[in-house]
Nanobody
């Protein structure tokens, strides 16, 4: 059974930090491109950050560049998102995403973890 389980969300004050984690199982994690997406209240899904299956290349949305850092550990089948200098605009449900672009292709999603930035 494929699973992506996020954790680490919560309530944090503006300027604070959180570290999200995603634990994967049931598929070949090391062959998957991984990403974080988020969905703010009343808004659509927004891509936040992604990284190559080897972790050698990372990508960020302009809105989080310089504040968020994505990483992965292929030995532990985990991915993380370190979020610093958080603002109210970062309030959203954050989702872990796994994708493989070559055969066999797939897209998997986690259930999400809530991040709320408020004083």
């Amino acid at each position: 059974e494929v699973q992506l389980v996020e954790s680490g969300g919560g309530l944090v004050q503006p300027g604070g930090s959180l570290r999200l984690s995603c634990v994967a199982s049931g598929f070949t994690f090391s062959s998957s491109s991984m990403s974080w997406f988020r969905q703010a209240p009343g808004k659509g899904l927004e891509w936040v950050s992604g990284l190559h299956h080897s972790g050698s290349m990372t990508y960020y949305a302009d809105s989080v560049e310089g504040r968020f850092t994505i990483s992965r550990d292929n030995r532990k089948n985990t991915m993380a998102l370190q979020m610093n200098n958080l603002g109210p605009e970062d309030t959203a449900v954050y989702f872990c995403n796994a994708r493989r672009f070559v055969t066999p292709t797939y897209v998997y999603w986690g259930q999400g973890t809530q991040v709320t930035v408020s004083s």
